[in-house]
């Protein structure tokens, strides 16, 4: 009896241990009611806000929110910038009112009511190009004050480009982005290419008719 005895204690002494050591690692690797909610209602309040890698990152396994994942500070991709691509690729866009990337499809499957453009050739050719410095830019130069300060040395690149005022001030507004409380903030230069296809199209069929009515001169002076 006294073997027996003493065998049962040490099979309750084991399985407390177990016990223990469980309930500790669930305790280290898991997160409490409390912290659950608080990382529904706010996921910075748990989440990193920093994830650094020295590979490649994925968002396999990302903080999500159903399906999308979420960021809620800036999206950095440091070696985007040289990292060459030349394969096959699409060009990125980012959702106004969402920040989602993704691209936008030029193909006649996903369109309807297509007319021809109607686009004032001579009205775009009045927007004047500039060459300007970002007011940011020459504060990392001149304004010890400024967080981006940098130092006297600092080369402020020369700038070029439109004005989306003029832009918007010449009705363009198509090619216009405009900021929360309507003020015209930037210009979609990637559909840019539209107005300048119309003001080719205008030169070529300009061109055509020039080349026509010198033709006509040219028989009238023969005939003569």
């Known amino acids: 009896g006294t073997s027996v005895n003493s065998l049962v204690d040490q099979v309750q002494q084991a399985i407390a241990d177990i016990t223990t050591t469980v309930t500790a690692a669930i305790d280290a690797n898991s997160y409490t009611r409390a912290e659950i909610n608080a990382l529904v209602a706010s996921p910075g309040a748990i989440a990193p806000t920093t994830v650094t890698a020295s590979g490649s990152m994925s968002t396999a396994g990302a903080l999500t929110t159903g399906s999308d994942t979420v960021v809620g500070g800036q999206l950095r991709a440091l070696d985007a910038v040289t990292n060459v691509i030349t394969s096959g690729r699409y060009a990125t866009w980012i959702e106004t009112a969402t920040g989602r990337f993704g691209n936008t499809s030029s193909s006649r499957r996903y369109k309807q009511d297509i ?3 109607q686009i004032d050739a001579d009205v775009f050719l009045t927007i004047v190009p500039f060459v300007f410095h970002y007011i940011a830019e020459v504060r990392k130069r001149d304004d010890p004050m400024f ?3 940098v130092g006297p040395d600092y080369v402020v690149a020369d700038e070029y480009g439109l004005m989306a005022e003029d832009l918007h001030a010449a009705g363009l507004t198509p090619w216009v982005y405009y900021d929360a409380a ?3 903030d930037s ?3 990637t559909m840019l290419v539209v107005p300048l ?17 010198v033709t ?6 023969e005939g003569h």
Request: hydrophobic share 45%.
């Open 115 to 117: 007319t021809e453009a």
């Open 147 to 149: 967080e981006g300060y």
């Open 182 to 184: 309507g003020l015209p």
């Open 187 to 189: 210009v979609n230069y």
């Open 197 to 213: 296809l119309a003001v080719a199209r205008a030169e070529k069929a300009a061109r055509a008719a020039l080349e026509e009515r």
């Open 216 to 221: 006509r001169l040219e028989s009238l002076m």
